[in-house]
Each structure stands twice: as C-alpha cells, then as structure tokens.
C-alpha cells in the first residue's frame, strides 16, 4: 500500500501559465515534505521542502501548500517555463528519516 | 552535475551473468543509498551506509549484494537476476543519514538502466 500517492501521472500547462502538481499521503507521521525534479536521464534533483508543522513554504517561482487535515500537499509553479518539463516526485520523510516516494509526475510545459 | 556519478549508464545482462554497478560521489558525504525505480513506480530504498556501515536493509533478495569499501564509493553486486528485476538503478549520498531532527538532503547520480534478459 503506497503511503504517498501521485493520482496524476502526466500534466500539460501552457507557458506562462500555473502549473499545480498534487500528493497525497496516509502517514501521518511524516516530519518533513519534498519535492524532487527529474530530467530525462538524469537523477532527481532536490526542489523545494516544507516542515509538517507550516503550510506554506515559497521559493522563488516554486510554492508548497501542506493541509495536514487532508493529508494533501501541493506544489505550484507559475509562471511556468518550457525548462519546467520534467518528471516531479513527491516523498515523505518518516519518522526513521526515510524518504518514501511517490510514483510522480510527468509536466509537459506547452509552448 | 551534482557531484554523484554512476557506471555504466546501461547494462544488459542475462539471468546467469554477474554484474557490478559502481557509485563514486565526489561531495565528502558520508552516507550512501541504493535506490531502484520500476516503471511508473515510486522509488524503492534498497540500502543504505552510513560511514561504510550498512544501516538499512529493506528486505533485498540476496542476489543483489552491496559494497562500500569508504565513503565514497558504493558497488552494487548482481548475480543470478530475474527480468522483473530490470528497472532503473539510482545511488544518492547525503552528508550524514539523517536523524536529529534533521533532514539531510539526498544527492542523486543519474543511475544505470538494467535490462535482464
């Protein structure tokens, strides 16, 4: 049973636009939320985080929204870029400092 | 480039053969992770050292073997595979493993993709 779930397995925006990506979990144990961003043939790559204990946490173009209640957390980016397009990945950290994945995201960011 | 490589970046290799994936981070991180990704699946910890010892092992069949001879390089040992097995393989490393409340970002490699015939 996935303890964080990625509902949407592909995305298209258009440029410019607001792209929101979703994540939801079971465990209410996590400490800690992640973001990753994965090109093609590249590893994924540390995005954006936030603490259980906020419901917001914003860098630059990047957002994270947590509603604890929902067990529902996502990321918004806006405005999108076509350098945007990547694979995003959702992880919890658990309480053994694990990250548990979800199965991500596929963003196509459409000229 | 973020200081993680892995080799090969492919590998195909029937059920009998015996392989090796090689990790090397280049970051002075002390800890180590084995990831595998399936299809459209999330990431799967494999294993994981901290200061060449391993600390976690999440319940890997035998055929997979790892190695960390220091802290910077990681092997990953194949033998007698099965094709389900075929997935794309990641190593990361982190500064330390997390605890303490704190989270130590995890540093990927751009994995090797295996194919068991």
């Known amino acids: 049973d996935q303890q964080v779930k990625q509902n949407s397995p592909s995305l298209s925006v258009q440029e410019g636009r607001i792209s929101i990506l979703n994540c939801d979990y079971t465990n209410s144990m996590f400490d800690y939320f992640l973001w990753y961003k994965k090109y093609p043939a590249e590893g994924p790559t540390f995005l954006i985080s936030i603490s259980s204990i906020k419901d917001k946490n914003e860098d630059g173009r990047f957002t994270v929204f947590l509603n604890k209640s929902a067990k529902h957390l996502s990321l918004h980016i806006v405005p999108s870029q076509p350098g945007d397009s990547a694979v995003y990945f959702c992880?919890?950290?658990?309480?053994?400092?694990?990250?548990?994945w979800g199965a991500g995201t596929k963003l196509i960011i459409k000229p | 480039e973020t200081g993680v490589t892995q080799t090969p970046r492919h590998l195909v290799m029937g059920m009998t053969n015996k392989k090796s994936l090689k990790c090397e981070q280049h970051?002075?991180?002390?800890?180590m992770y084995w990831y595998k990704q399936s299809a459209k699946k999330p990431l799967e910890l494999m294993f994981v050292y901290n200061f060449k010892e391993q600390t976690e092992n999440n319940s890997v069949p035998s055929r997979f073997s790892p190695e960390c001879p220091n802290s910077s390089h990681l092997f990953l040992h194949l033998h007698t595979l099965q094709p389900e097995d075929s997935a794309l393989y990641l190593c990361?490393?982190?500064?330390?493993?997390?605890?303490?409340?704190?989270?130590?970002?995890?540093?990927f490699g751009p994995g090797t993709r295996l194919t068991v015939l």
């Open positions: 992880a919890g950290v658990d309480s053994n400092y694990q990250l548990i």
């Open positions: 970051l002075g991180h002390n800890a």
């Open positions: 990361a490393s982190s500064r330390t493993t997390s605890g303490g409340a704190t989270y130590n970002e995890q540093f």
